[in-house]
């Protein structure tokens, strides 16, 4: 999602910036107005959604792929896309356009908080909440193998499994903070700029277009940040014959353990 925007996106609407207003149809403005203001609610609900997956994936690791959630992310990420962009259509096409330009013409500062409120921010709030819990969950789990390895013995190859596992818990950690809070961060910055300057119009206009320059570099890191924290990740749940064999290896693997 990231990067088609970095692709298309953000390349056209710089002929507003580079002529000092939309040059191209109005219709072409108000797809773009869809897109633009629907994909940023899109990307947010789409990390939301993988870290869910992810932090069921902690809390009932042996039942969440049976979820409804987790068993459909094609309905789910479909579902989220249809969602997204019937609403923001109907709010261009509601509200219309600002005359040569690709903002939405509200009528009311309240408007503007409203919609990006219920559209933009809950997203990340939910996402950054989600994120707060995968890690207080991880620290839960971590405590509890250290404190049942403990009970059984005290010797030198205990001492060495604890360290193991303090090593794998805080490189999960790292790779946590790095995806979900740098995605929020990327985010909540232009997202709330964006908004307490329409609402209040103090920014300047030279800081604006720096902070659009930053959202666009952002929009092709992302999907490289993902892919290099999660290179095997997949939505391929219900294949009977994967879950099979990741089970038999999790079972040699807790064997080995003990």
Same mark, same amino acid.
């Given at each position: 999602?990231?990067?088609?925007?970095?692709?298309?996106?953000?390349?056209?609407?710089?002929?507003?910036?580079?002529?000092?207003?939309?040059?191209?149809?109005?219709?072409?403005?108000?797809?773009?107005?869809?897109?633009? +203001?629907?994909?940023?609610?899109?990307?947010?609900?789409?990390?939301?959604?993988?870290?869910?997956?992810?932090?069921?994936?902690?809390?009932?690791?042996?039942?969440?792929?049976?979820?409804?959630?987790?068993?459909?992310?094609?309905?789910?990420?479909?579902?989220?896309?249809?969602?997204?962009?019937?609403?923001?259509?109907?709010?261009?096409?509601?509200?219309?356009?600002?005359?040569?330009?690709?903002?939405?013409?509200?009528?009311?500062?309240?408007?503007?908080?409203?919609?990006?409120?219920?559209?933009?921010?809950?997203?990340?709030?939910?996402?950054?909440?989600?994120?707060?819990?995968?890690?207080?969950?991880?620290?839960?789990?971590?405590?509890?193998?250290?404190?049942?390895?403990? +009970?059984?013995?005290?010797?030198?190859?205990?001492?060495?499994?604890?360290?193991?596992?303090?090593?794998?818990?805080?490189?999960?950690?790292?790779?946590?903070?790095?995806?979900?809070?740098?995605?929020?961060?990327?985010?909540?910055?232009?997202?709330?700029?964006?908004?307490? +300057?329409?609402?209040?119009?103090?920014?300047?206009?030279?800081?604006?277009?720096?902070?659009?320059?930053?959202?666009?570099?952002?929009?092709?890191?992302?999907?490289?940040?993902?892919?290099?924290?999660?290179?095997?990740?997949?939505?391929?749940?219900?294949?009977?014959?994967?879950?099979?064999?990741?089970?038999?290896?999790?079972?040699?693997?807790?064997?080995?353990?003990?």
């Amino acid at each position: 999602m990231d990067l088609t925007t970095g692709i298309f996106d953000y390349p056209i609407s710089t002929a507003s910036i580079i002529f000092g207003y939309w040059p191209f149809h109005s219709a072409v403005a108000n797809i773009w107005a869809t897109y633009d +203001n629907g994909y940023n609610t899109i990307t947010c609900s789409y990390m939301f959604y993988l870290s869910y997956i992810l932090l069921r994936s902690i809390r009932a690791p042996l039942n969440f792929k049976n979820e409804f959630l987790v068993r459909n992310p094609k309905k789910v990420l479909a579902s989220i896309w249809l969602i997204s962009f019937s609403i923001w259509s109907a709010i261009a096409n509601s509200y219309g356009l600002v005359a040569f330009t690709l903002g939405i013409n509200f009528k009311t500062s309240f408007e503007i908080f409203i919609y990006s409120f219920l559209l933009w921010f809950i997203p990340l709030i939910c996402l950054l909440i989600i994120g707060i819990v995968l890690i207080i969950n991880m620290n839960v789990i971590k405590k509890t193998q250290i404190q049942i390895i403990t +009970n059984r013995n005290q010797n030198e190859i205990t001492q060495n499994k604890i360290r193991k596992i303090e090593l794998m818990n805080r490189h999960a950690q790292y790779k946590i903070v790095l995806l979900i809070f740098t995605f929020w961060v990327q985010w909540m910055t232009p997202c709330f700029l964006t908004v307490f +300057n329409n609402l209040f119009n103090l920014i300047p206009t030279d800081v604006m277009s720096k902070v659009y320059w930053i959202t666009y570099i952002v929009c092709f890191t992302d999907p490289i940040i993902q892919y290099v924290l999660n290179p095997n990740i997949s939505f391929d749940f219900t294949n009977k014959k994967k879950d099979q064999l990741s089970s038999m290896r999790a079972n040699n693997t807790v064997t080995k353990f003990n």
